[in-house]
Every structure is written in structure tokens, then in C-alpha cells.
């Protein structure tokens, strides 16, 4: 079974927009990944948030956990065409086992 | 470095047939992991290693099997090739050791089994 689950599974915005993925999970984490996967490529990591951090930034991306929710979400600001991808969240319970959720696909619009 | 490479990228295999997937990374990780990744989900871990020697079983393990001779190599064998094991495949390392954060994938091999 999947740990994490993506909102929405595929999210179509004009260049310049900010866009915003959820994740929400079922049981306690120790950390949240979230990857990006380009058509046909493998999945780049993108940002670790921990399980008693609240909020982290990484140049245009911002993530957001809070755990007593079982929630993150991923906020890219003034997207580019080149941002379009598939986006996982990826939680680690224990440190040996991360779990990925099934993605949100990002279109950006020229 | 060349990263975690991954051959071969594309395989067409009858119902039966055993093969081997080859992972392979070059950054001196001790966790390396595989996964397959199905159309509209996400990857699920098929088997994960920690260091040489030692290999475990992830959400979907039957079928496959694994070993971690060295800390470059972590191969991947399929049995006898059932359709259900279509899928693309993905290896991926971790330089935290023991640990599987931040993983580095590789570009993945696109198996078929008819």
C-alpha cells in the first residue's frame, strides 16, 4: 500500500503562476522527500523536510509539513515551461524504506 | 563520476525467461535500493541494501531477487518473467549511510515481458 497520496494527480498552469501540490500521509514519518521526474528520466530529489521541521525553501520551491495533519504541500512560485513533470512526496518512517506516493503531473503553459 | 548507471535500458522478455538488470553507482553509497514504477502510480521498493552483504525486502519483493557482492553493484535477477513484471525499473543509492534519504536514481530500464 501507498503511504503518501498527491492532490491533485495533474495540474495544467500558465508560465508565470504559482503552483501547489499536496501530499498527505497515513502514519508518523521521520522525514518527506519530494522528487521531480521528467518524461522518460529518473526522479531528482528535490528538498527533505523533517518531522519537526515546519516549513523549508529551497530557491523557488517552499515546502510545508505538518504532521499533526499528515500533510505536506510543495509550492513552486512563477513557474517555467521547464517545470514540467511529474511530482512525488516521499515519506521515510524508519530509514531504511522511503514510500512514494503515486505523483501530481505539472503542465506549464507557455 | 557517472552516478548510478543502469543496463540495459530496454528488454523484451518471453513469460519464463530469467534475466539480470544491472545497477551500478560510483559515488561510494552504502544504500541502494530498487524500485519499479507502474503507469498512474508511484515507485514502489521492490529490495533495498544498506551496505555489502546486506540485502532486505521492500513492498513488492516476490519475484525478484537480489545480492550486494560490493558497494558498486546491486543487480537485480527476475526468476521466470511473468507479464506482471512489465514495468520500468529504477535503481537508486543514497550517500546517508544506512539510510534512504535523498537518493539518487538512475534513468531507469523499461522491461516488457510478453
Known amino acids: 500500500s501507498q503511504q503518501g497520496e498527491e492532490d491533485p494527480q495533474a495540474l495544467s498552469i500558465q508560465e508565470g503562476e504559482n503552483a501547489t501540490m499536496n501530499c498527505s500521509y497515513k502514519?508518523?514519518?521521520?522525514?518527506l522527500q519530494w522528487y521531480r521526474q521528467n518524461s522518460g528520466r529518473g526522479l531528482v530529489h528535490l528538498i527533505l523536510?523533517?518531522?519537526?521541521?515546519r516549513e523549508k525553501h529551497s530557491g523557488r520551491l517552499r515546502v510545508t509539513l505538518d504532521t499533526s495533519k499528515k500533510s505536506s504541500s510543495l509550492l513552486i512560485t512563477a513557474s517555467r515551461a521547464a517545470d514540467t513533470a511529474s511530482y512525488f512526496c516521499?515519506?521515510?518512517?524508519?530509514?531504511?524504506?522511503?514510500?512514494f506516493g503515486a505523483g501530481t503531473r505539472l503542465f506549464v503553459k507557455a | 563520476n557517472a552516478g548510478v548507471t543502469q543496463t540495459p535500458k530496454f528488454q523484451v522478455l518471453k513469460t519464463g525467461q530469467s534475466m539480470t538488470l544491472q545497477c551500478a553507482q560510483d559515488?561510494?553509497?552504502?544504500?541502494m535500493s530498487w524500485y519499479r514504477q507502474d503507469p498512474g502510480m508511484g515507485l514502489r521498493l521492490i529490495h533495498y541494501?544498506?551496505?555489502?552483504?546486506?540485502?532486505d525486502q521492500g513492498e513488492v519483493p516476490n519475484g525478484y531477487n537480489v545480492s550486494r557482492s560490493t558497494t558498486e553493484d546491486f543487480p537485480l535477477r527476475l526468476l521466470s518473467a511473468a507479464p506482471s513484471q512489465t514495468s520500468v525499473y529504477f535503481c537508486?543509492?543514497?550517500?546517508?549511510?544506512?539510510?534512504?534519504?535523498?537518493?539518487?536514481f538512475g534513468p531507469g530500464t523499461r522491461l516488457l515481458v510478453l
Open positions: 537508486a543509492s543514497s550517500p546517508y549511510s544506512g539510510r534512504s534519504e535523498t537518493q539518487y
Open positions: 502514519t508518523s514519518i521521520n522525514n
Open positions: 523536510i523533517r518531522s519537526n521541521e
Open positions: 516521499a515519506t521515510d518512517t524508519g530509514g531504511f524504506k522511503t514510500i
Open positions: 559515488m561510494n553509497h552504502e544504500y
Open positions: 541494501s544498506v551496505g555489502a552483504g546486506i540485502t
